[in-house]
């Protein structure tokens, strides 16, 4: 017997979802309008129309004109209170500015600017993304991605999450704006649909392989390969620059009539490593690229150079980087893998 309710609704609301999105083409911005606000009664409300047409009826059939004076007086109520909340919602402006990148299970988090024009500040607007159901489990996945605003005048920005569970490129559910203000008697609500997408890169993985980069510090690394500007090792003699410490100053030349030389040392910060596809010990690809982003992420804590290879790579086209910043464009070409 419960199948029956859903086997009736999902066509009706499968088709107004396709009406609403109709309306309201995708973007990155979007302004409020009559376009794209909606107006009904509330849960409290559909109570109050009940009491409307309760009132009226009574007051038609007893032939009461109090009765009567009171239906009209409610529905007066009524009337101001649509308008109200209509206009309370109409003209408000939505912008994107941030989609965060973020690894597979984790929720990514949604930049949101809101500007309002209005005069009056805006009260009690609900901000929140649908859910996102699990194409392998059907089932929604909740992260709480609500704001309530209780006060909104000129600019103000907020940030809400919308959860994951692939990897891969996310389309952001639609967001809903409503608003019961400011008597909870009609409901405003407005969707709004936005063309950019998130990346999700898979859930690092640790792999006994890995387990010679796990270095406690910098200190730690093998020697060689690649220097930076530091203290321990002699590199080179440079010309003198006004400025410069004299401490640095290769006095022996000078004694020899040879002209003011700096000297320049370097520290060693590690050999080149590389994050190969084919070398990850796992069995199945997913599992290779969790590997790989483990490995991204340890390398580019340490500030080791490493190189990471997919399997459409070539040693020539490989790039090479080190840092937190060519980690994290690691992390976006693994969210984009095939």
Request: hydrophobic fraction near 45%; charged fraction near 20%; aromatic fraction near 10%.
């Amino acid at each position: 017997m419960s199948l029956l309710p859903k086997a009736l609704t999902a066509p009706i609301k499968s088709a107004l979802s396709r009406w609403f999105a109709a309306r309201a083409p995708k973007s990155d911005s979007a302004t409020l309008n009559l376009r794209n606000v909606y107006i009904f009664f509330s849960r409290e409300g559909m109570l109050f129309a009940v009491l409307l047409v309760i009132t009226f009826i009574a007051g038609i059939n007893y032939g009461n004109n109090l009765v009567l004076g009171l239906c009209f007086y409610l529905v007066s109520i009524w009337l101001i209170s649509f308008h109200v909340t209509f206009a309370h919602i109409s003209g408000l402006q939505v912008r994107l500015l941030e989609v965060t990148m973020t690894e597979a299970g984790l929720p990514v988090w949604v930049t949101l600017q809101l500007n309002s024009d209005s005069r009056q500040p805006r009260r009690q607007l609900l901000f929140e993304f649908e859910q996102i159901t699990n194409k392998k489990t059907k089932n929604g996945i909740n992260a709480q991605s609500s704001v309530l605003i209780t006060r909104l005048q000129g600019e103000q920005v907020i940030r809400l999450p919308v959860q994951t569970y692939n990897r891969g490129q996310l389309e952001l559910p639609r967001l809903k704006i409503k608003t019961v203000y400011p008597l909870g008697i009609m409901r405003a609500w407005s969707y709004v649909y936005f063309a950019r997408t998130a990346w999700v890169y898979p859930k690092p993985e640790v792999f006994d392989w890995q387990a010679k980069y796990a270095i406690a510090s910098l200190e730690d690394l093998p020697t060689g390969g690649q220097y930076r500007q530091g203290q321990d090792d002699f590199e080179r003699l440079d010309n003198y620059v006004e400025g410069e410490s004299l401490a640095r100053v290769s006095w022996g030349h000078v004694a020899r009539g040879q002209g003011m030389l700096t000297k320049h040392f370097a520290d060693p910060v590690g050999h080149e490593q590389t994050l190969d596809y084919a070398d990850m010990p796992a069995a199945h690809h997913e599992q290779k690229l969790a590997q790989l982003a483990y490995g991204a992420l340890t390398l580019g804590q340490l500030g080791v150079p490493f190189q990471m290879r997919l399997p459409s790579d070539t040693p020539a086209t490989a790039e090479m980087g080190n840092g937190e910043s060519f980690a994290q464009a690691c992390l976006l070409r693994l969210a984009k893998a095939p």
